[in-house]
């Protein structure tokens, strides 16, 4: 299992500063297949300074969640600490 990419990310407006909420599709490699799942996530900066980051699935996944969504968290923290989340709009 593997996460290749997001794919059409839309930040969504949300008149809190500190959270921040997108929807995208999550190109995902099981087994030697690539499968696409429509995913909403959020990112919530803590007063401590940390990241909270929060998966839900629209699509029904066919595999363990745990470890795709582990796998997620950091793709997505890896994207937002390099820039590559869409800005408002």
């Known amino acids: 299992m593997k996460v290749i990419k997001i ?37 919530e900066y803590k007063p401590t300074g940390q990241k909270e980051i929060n998966i839900s699935f629209i699509d029904k996944v066919d595999y363990p969640l745990i470890p795709i969504t582990k796998d997620l968290k950091t793709y997505i923290s890896d994207l937002d600490s390099a820039g590559g989340l869409p800005i408002d709009d």
Do not use: W
């Open 7 to 43: 794919k059409d990310m839309i930040r969504k407006d949300v008149p809190i500063y500190y959270r921040k909420l997108y929807t995208g599709v999550a190109v995902i490699e099981i087994n030697n297949k690539q499968a696409d799942f429509r995913i909403d996530f959020s990112i």
